[in-house]
């Protein structure tokens, strides 16, 4: 199973991307996705999570700018990022847990320029 991540790119302070990251095939059920993302010389950080049921969280830097989303059926999941700030450049990797594995996506490099 591959995890297909697109809607990386570069864009200015302010503007807003939507990351979008789909499984090559069904994995229902799901138990939650999420997103990660890794800054240049940083190490890995949480972003947000989907749950099973609809429920988010989502990571203190970006929760007024960010909104995770999701569509088990099709066990995929989006961010919604507005507002981007410099500081939000990063590979950002999908992240998708079924009852028994996890899966990552291979990571889009988001650059926001100020």
């Known amino acids: 199973v591959q995890l297909q991540a697109s809607g990386g790119g570069s864009a200015q302070a302010g503007e807003s991307l939507k990351l979008s990251c789909v499984a090559s095939?069904?994995?229902?059920?799901?138990?939650?996705m999420a997103w990660f993302r890794q800054a240049p010389g940083k190490q890995r950080e949480f972003v947000a999570r989907?749950?099973?049921?609809?429920?988010?969280i989502t990571a203190g830097p970006v929760k007024d700018r960010f909104t995770i989303s999701g569509d088990d059926a099709k066990s995929a999941v989006f961010l919604q990022m507005n507002s981007l700030k410099s500081e939000d450049t990063a590979v950002y990797y999908c992240?998708?847990?079924?009852?028994?594995?996890?899966?990552w996506g291979q990571g889009t490099l988001v650059t926001v320029s100020s």
């Open positions: 989907w749950l099973s049921g609809g429920s988010t």
């Open positions: 992240n998708i847990h079924t009852r028994s594995r996890e899966y």
């Open positions: 095939r069904s994995l229902l059920p799901v138990a939650a």
